[in-house]
């Protein structure tokens, strides 16, 4: 794995901040219905995209993941602006403003979505580390599902096959404690998540995914026992999210202590205290990184704003049609 240094942590803490910032802007452009639909924000995991980031070969490795999907193709190398645009449903975004926040996608930046249905992904996921092991490439794919998720059926048939074919491919369940309003206590008789990977002898275990240095040293092991051609692993990491499950959540189902006692350990925070205690940067330093976030985040609003909507026409462009089928309502 590359050296976790200096330049590391203050590049963690720009681009963590900068995600965090991002989300939060999201939030307060959807209260002035600026965005609508659905919108699943990833605030206090992103030590997960961090340390998975610093491990992964980018332009090589995929990520697939859920429908909490706005910063993990900012980290690959799409532009945050047409992220913002796509969400904004404006025809600059990456898809042309028709797929909407479940939906970022960027073949050309390996990052295959955004998927809204629970599990979904997981098959996927398996399916493209096939694709690799089949054409002898030697790409991995992380695969990013949440803790409700690892309870779908699917997940077991994906895990059998890809430890049967040693699929170059990492599982990561994003353990945030909760699917939707159900903690993960009431979904089953242990906690223990990444103990569904000893059914089927896939190496397996918990990390502390508070902090980007524990998830980039368990996931560069995966990696790179993925890369040697030795199969999955499947990693349990162990988050938080600070907001509801989406923006129409009350959040009845835990108590405001319980999200400021996560917030005592968080990922941004153990970031910068760790730049302070080395004397990496000054206080100068810090605000100036502060407002590059700032800045970046204000021109994606910008730009989102300023963007017009797609054209009506191109609907029927983007979606599978058969010639011959007469019952096409703007074809009567
Ligand atoms: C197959 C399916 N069942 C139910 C839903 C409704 N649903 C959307 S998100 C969600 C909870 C998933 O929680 P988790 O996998 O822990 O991910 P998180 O939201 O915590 O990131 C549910 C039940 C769905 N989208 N798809
Ligand atoms: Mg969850």
């Known amino acids: ?11 963690w803490y720009e681009e963590m901040l900068f995600w965090r910032k991002f989300e939060d802007k999201l939030a307060q452009v959807y209260i002035q219905q600026k965005v609508r639909g659905f919108l699943h924000l990833y605030n206090g995991q992103e030590a997960i995209l961090a340390g998975s980031l610093h491990a992964m070969e980018i332009g090589k490795d995929r990520m697939i993941t859920a429908y909490r999907n706005h910063v993990q193709p ?10 913002m645009a796509e969400l904004y449903g404006k025809a600059t975004g990456t898809s042309m403003g ?7 996608f960027s073949k050309e930046h390996n990052f295959f979505g955004g998927h809204g249905i629970v599990g979904g992904q997981i098959p996927l996921g398996a399916g493209m580390a096939f694709g690799d092991k089949y054409f002898k490439r030697d790409n991995v794919t992380l695969c990013f599902f949440g803790d409700g998720a690892a309870r779908q059926g699917t997940l077991h048939e994906a895990f059998n096959m890809a430890m049967n074919w040693k699929l170059p491919v990492v599982f990561c ?3 945030n404690g909760y699917a939707m309003g159900t903690s993960v206590k009431r979904t089953a008789s242990h906690e223990d998540i990444w103990k569904l990977g000893l059914g089927y002898e896939m190496p397996c275990g918990p990390v502390d995914a508070m902090n980007p240095e524990k998830v980039a040293e368990a996931m560069d092991e995966a990696i790179s026992r993925a890369r040697a051609g030795e199969g999955p692993t499947f990693l349990d990491l162990k988050t938080y999210r600070y907001r509801g499950h989406s923006m129409s959540d009350a959040q009845k189902y ?8 996560y917030q005592k350990i968080d990922p941004i925070t153990q970031v910068l205290d760790k730049i302070k205690e080395n004397e990496w940067a000054s206080e100068d330093e810090i605000k100036k990184i502060d407002k590059r976030v700032k800045d970046r985040v204000s021109e994606c609003e910008k730009f989102a704003d300023e963007s017009d909507f797609p054209e009506k026409d191109i609907m029927y462009d983007v979606v599978y049609e058969q010639e011959d089928y007469p019952f096409l309502p703007h074809k009567l």
């Not at 794995?1 to 590049?11: G, V």
């Not at 835990?254 to 006692?261: L, Y």
């Open 1 to 11: 794995m590359k050296k976790i240094t200096k330049e590391t942590y203050l590049n």
């Open 74 to 83: 900012i980290g690959l190398g799409v532009d945050p602006k047409r992220v």
């Open 98 to 104: 028709l797929g909407g926040s479940m939906h970022i």
């Open 173 to 175: 369940v994003e353990n």
């Open 254 to 261: 835990r108590t405001k202590d319980e999200v400021k006692e």
